[in-house]
Nanobody, 122 residues
Framework: QVQLVESGGGLVQPGGSLRLSCAVA?????????MAWYRQAPGKQRELVAT???????NYADPVKARFTIARDNAKNTVYLQMNSLKPEDTAVYYC???????????????WGQGTQVTVSS
């Protein structure tokens, strides 16, 4: 089985910082290709925040460019999201998402984390 374990959410004042982590827990992972963070604010659709490939190429949504940084540790099967200069409009539940292959499984599978709440408020 594959589990994505997220941590790092919380309450922060505008202008503050948070770092989210998402560890992919499994003994059967062959490879992880794209790792990503999404977010969903109340009453809104889930939206892509940032992606990172296994070679380190990154992509960001326009609202978070220059404020958020996505990174990964391939040895730990973990993806991070460093969030700086946070704004109230960044308030949302943040989800990690990965594309991976498991040993003995010929197709690429997609998994979601359980979500972690980020609230930006004074």
């Amino acid at each position: 089985q594959v589990q994505l374990v997220e941590s790092g959410g919380g309450l922060v004042q505008p202008g503050g910082s948070l770092r989210l982590s998402c560890a992919v827990a499994s003994t059967t992972i062959f490879s992880i290709s794209v790792m990503a963070w999404y977010r969903q604010a109340p009453g809104k659709q889930r939206e892509l925040v940032a992606t990172i490939t296994n070679s380190g190429a990154t992509n960001y949504a326009d609202p978070v460019k220059a404020r958020f940084t996505i990174a990964r540790d391939n040895a730990k099967n973990t993806v991070y999201l460093q969030m700086n200069s946070l704004k109230p409009e960044d308030t949302a539940v943040y989800y990690c998402n990965v594309d991976l292959r498991r040993y003995g499984v010929m197709l690429t599978e997609n998994y979601w984390g359980q979500g972690t709440q980020v609230t930006v408020s004074s």
